[in-house]
T-cell receptor, first 113, second 111 residues
Framework: GENVEQHPSTLSVQEGDSAVIKCTYS??????FPWYKQELGKRPQLIID?????GEKKDQRIAVTLNKTAKHFSLHITETQPEDSAVYFC????????????FGSGTRLSIRP | DGGITQSPKYLFRKEGQNVTLSCEQN?????MYWYRQDPGQGLRLIYY???????QKGDIAEGYSVSREKKESFPLTVTSAQKNPTAFYLC??????????FGQGTRLTVV
């Protein structure tokens, strides 16, 4: 069935260093890959997304890369700051159901001062 | 004030009781979703609806039911058949393959 795997489940980095979170998806025809950030006690919010016709997308300190052949996509956060501490979720939309959104299990990112 | 609203914020259910969680959106989105979030876990899809009067089961639909009689509303009923209903429930809406907007969530506790 359709599945999205996310690693690692927890990640601790020194402030100013980079953080990388990786996801794999099972449906090779998936074509939309969003990333959401959920701060403690708050709702998830979109931070960046990428479509299957693009290999990389950047927005200031955040970038996402997509490898369609390997069915991998990754979130890169550079120059991490304390406000980056949160849970991050990757997601994919299977081709078979354009509205269905399947989430990964989440990564708890902690930024050490 | 546009957005997606869930109510109530906290809900307590007795054993064997059905309860209904409300989700309303005024974003004119066709698609709506219900997710369950357990501590330290991801967002697991319960049900989703792509259009009025249509809905599909997600990965953990057993013990839950939904309806989509209006575009704006997608209520979730947690039935007595759901043996472990204590969790945080999130509703979301979107236009297909674009950003999903989430409600603030309902925390359901069995007492």
């Amino acid at each position: 069935g359709e599945n999205v795997e996310q690693h690692p489940s927890t990640l601790s980095v020194q402030e100013g260093d980079s953080a990388v979170i990786k996801c794999t998806y099972s449906d090779s025809a998936s074509n939309y890959f969003p990333w959401y950030k959920q701060e403690l006690g708050k709702r998830p919010q979109l931070i960046i997304d990428i479509r299957s016709n693009v290999g990389e997308k950047k927005d200031q300190r955040i970038a996402v890369t997509l490898n369609k052949t390997a069915k991998h996509f990754s979130l890169h956060i550079t120059e991490t700051q304390p406000e980056d501490s949160a849970v991050y979720f990757c997601a994919a939309t299977p081709y078979s159901s354009a509205s269905k959104i399947i989430f990964g299990s989440g990564t708890r990112l902690s930024i050490r001062p | 004030d546009g957005g997606i609203t869930q109510s109530p914020k906290y809900l307590f259910r007795k054993e064997g009781q059905n309860v209904t969680l409300s989700c309303e959106q005024n974003l004119n989105h066709d698609a709506m979703y219900w997710y369950r979030q357990d501590p330290g876990q991801g967002l697991r899809l319960i049900y989703y609806s792509q259009i009025v009067n249509d809905f599909q089961k997600g990965d953990i639909a057993e013990g839950y039911s939904v309806s989509r009689e209006k575009k704006e509303s997608f209520p979730l009923t947690v039935t007595s058949a759901q043996k472990n209903p204590t969790a945080f429930y999130l509703c979301a809406s979107s236009i297909s393959q674009t950003e999903a907007f989430f409600g603030q969530g309902t925390r359901l506790t069995v007492v």
